[in-house]
């Protein structure tokens, strides 16, 4: 297996496909589709693309951070006590370990994502 590998954008293979957990779920009841590229670290990196459909859950990062890119869509993140910051397509953010608060999907999204488990 080779050491280099590309994160494809618009993957062509049918995604994984399933509903947002009902624990986190806020409002509505989103399909989210998920192209799982790369793990490695023994599982402790994960990289991969991933859509939502407009919806508001709690986002929680219990022992792991999130790199985010988007590549499509439009997002509000609320953490907790905070105020609320919007992503737009072409935005990377960085939810750290220990983040806590609202993510509102106000346009369907598209996401590069890394995490890094402890």
């Given at each position: ?62 022992g792991f951070f999130e790199f985010c890119y988007l590549i499509e869509g ?33 346009e369907k999204y598209k996401k590069v994502y890394v995490c890094v488990y402890?």
């Amino acid at each position: 297996m080779s050491l280099l590998q590309t994160v494809v954008q618009h993957p062509s293979e049918a995604p994984a496909t399933s509903y947002a957990d009902p624990k986190i779920l806020l409002e509505g009841n989103p399909l989210l589709e998920k192209w799982a590229h790369v793990a490695s670290g023994n599982d402790k990196i994960k990289v991969g693309v991933m859509t939502c459909e407009p919806s508001v859950n709690r986002s929680v990062k219990k022992g792991f951070f999130e790199f985010c890119y988007l590549i499509e869509g439009l997002i509000e993140l609320t953490e907790d006590g905070g105020e609320t910051v919007t992503y737009k397509a072409g935005d990377t953010f960085l939810l750290q370990e220990g983040f806590a608060g609202t993510w509102r999907t106000v346009e369907k999204y598209k996401k590069v994502y890394v995490c890094v488990y402890d």
